[in-house]
């Protein structure tokens, strides 16, 4: 099983090409490197009662000239599905508004400040090139449709 694709390049890639790889996919400068962070208690466990990973690392960054140092806490989601694709278009979106909502609540508890959803989360997947009925369902306004302010509400809690 894959435990992450940090896993398999420090496994897999040799030591004196790993940091140049590691370079290309993280961006930093040379001799800075990608430094785990302890993962906060709370959102341990919403990881391992809801079936989620969390990964956290440090990003070093060139000191600027005219602003002082700060930090900034940036989460990347990747989720899945949590129903079968066959099931009700109301049922899968209400799995997984529930499944987004703990991993938020997991994101909060780490102290993220800017949170990126994948496109079109909210949805088993999109742009079917023979379908279109049942998907077009997902489709929902940018202003004031269900995911919008399923979002909103959560960000009130911060």
């Not at 370079?23 to 391992?48: H, T």
């Not at 700060?70 to 109301?90: A, D, F, H, M």
Request: hydrophobic residues 40%; aromatic residues 8%.
């Amino acid at each position: 099983m894959l435990e992450s694709v940090e896993q398999v390049l420090n496994e897999f890639i040799p030591a004196e090409k790993l940091s140049e790889v590691k370079r290309v996919l993280y961006g930093y400068n040379a001799g800075k490197s990608v430094e785990p962070l302890e993962i906060v208690k709370q959102a341990q466990e919403l990881g391992k009662e809801h079936n989620f990973e969390i990964q956290a690392h440090k990003f070093c960054a060139l000191k600027e000239q005219l602003r002082p140092p700060r930090v900034v806490r940036i989460g990347l989601v990747q989720n899945s599905i949590v129903l079968p694709t066959t099931t009700p278009v109301k049922a899968q979106l209400q799995a997984i508004l529930d499944k987004i909502e703990k991993i938020i609540d997991a994101a909060g508890a780490q102290g993220v400040n800017v949170l990126c959803l994948q496109e079109t989360w909210t949805m088993p997947f999109a742009f079917c090139t023979r379908e279109k009925y049942p998907w077009i369902e997902f489709a929902e306004s940018a202003e004031n449709g269900q995911s919008v302010k399923f979002i909103q509400k959560l960000a009130k809690k911060a």
